[in-house]
């Protein structure tokens, strides 16, 4: 972004408006502007927020609004999502954020769950040899070793200037004094209440003594907010060690789990290197491994750079074949080469190269679908649901910050944390379930994702940043399982090649494609019947789907030089924030 910071405006200002100039600086540092809300698309000037919920870019926003940058903003704004947004934000799981200065340099911060030291590669294996994690998806073998305060507290002190406790302070009293519950929330929670009977805790915290919560009923959580204000205090001490730490696992050995306070103490979120490629000339940063995210996102990109994707059309069937054919292929790749990097040797850097794309569009016939071929190897069962949550954050500098975090599953492990009052996750579904087991019902067994003490386990979210010449462009990112990557890749695509607007390119109806099952799940609308019928004539089966992913970002507008937040239309909660 091109402007000017206030100070020298008003610096600059002419001597015959000297008067009305220096008026309006002193109004501007004892009061910065008015924060808005907005439900749609928010076009501000000095820093916004889009999250899932209005709390939450709030607390992000106001916390730029008082002079934190945009990892501050988006540390209370995370934090506030683990209160409002119970689904998805989090204290009891993980995720990745992806960082640009305004200088245009970057990096990201990996808080992804950890599985414990007891794991091992068979740890869902269950006595009949059978892959096992649907039986515990729900239970406390399921949960991997939380990262988000780690993470959250690494991105501050390496990068933060707001006090810590401003940071958290919003989120204590959101959880103490209660917020209220919106139609979406509330539907979520009675659509929950039933299954939730049998974990006591999330039972007793997410209903009104067993009634379901209504709409613009007040939710208050106490035990969350003494948890919340431990971090306050202490830190991620406040979380990893003391109280927490001991309630924490005090539940693990109640419920047969295997994470202790040893294992809390060693968590260590990790700064690394981002991974990055280039779009016909746009810069994309986006998520390294453990993620599989940026890794294929710039590989399917690559494939398409060498197409003449705006001159097929938004939709067409020859639009949607080339897209399907690149996802088969970078999720073939994801399957056999992506894990965490710290255990497995993933190569990266080839399949993020021009030449592999080069070799693997070789590979695309213009007119008729690959297979997928369960024999090399399978792909994993089942769509996946959008319960993770992604949010955007643009200070008036120009930082940007990406941020996708989950508990996996909606509500995670449906296991609160009893005294303490915030959910876990259950992110070890997201190991490869049995070693050597690759089959037709679309498992995956192969060795690099396999469940070993402290490796995390590999992940589709996708944070990216997206730049050109040197200058912000958009902020992006979903949740949706293995949908987003694809769901990010389209919102690249319907910018870069098809010049939509930022509201369209969020708007758009996608599709979704992940090797096995070799089907292509559609948004309805998509496309028309006729265009589908020539599809299916390529060889592609089809299968008409509910929404795909839910796309809160923000982006610039070069020439206006303001900040446009867009929440994604499919999340009725969804909020720009901004000022
Ligand atoms: O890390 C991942 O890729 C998944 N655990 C994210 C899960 C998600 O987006 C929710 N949908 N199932």
Redesign the pocket.
Known sequence: MNRLPNSILCLVAGSALAVLVAAACAQSAAAPPELTLERGVLESENGVVVSAYPHASRAGAETLRAGGNAVDAAIATGLALAVTHPA?GNIGGGGFMVIRFPDGASTVIDFREKAPLRAHPEMFVGEDGEYSFQIHHRSHLAVGVPGTVAGFALAHERYGRASWRDLVDPSVVLARDGFEVSERLARSLEGRLEAFRDYPATHAQFSRDGEPYRPGEMLVQSDLAGTLERIRDQGRDGFYAGVTARLLAEEMVRGGGWITEEDLARYEAIEREPVTGTYRGYEIISMAPP?SGGTALVAMLNVLEGLDVAAMGAGSPEHAHHLIEAMRRAFRDRAMFLADADFADVPVERLTSKAYADELRATIQAEAASTSAPGDIAGEPGW?????THYSVVDGDGMAVSVTY?L??GYGSYITVPGAGFLLNN?MG?FNGRPGLTDERGLIGTEPNLARPEQR?????TPTILARDGELVAVIGS????T?INTVLQIVVNLVDFGQSPEEAIASRRLHHQWLPDVVRMEDGYMTESDAAKLAAMGHEISWGRGQGIAHCVFVDPELGMLIGVPDPRDSDGTAAGY
């Open positions: 998805a993620s996946e649901s959008s319960e993770t989950t996996e599953g992110e997201d386990m590999l992940s589709s979210m949740p949706g399982g293995r987003i």
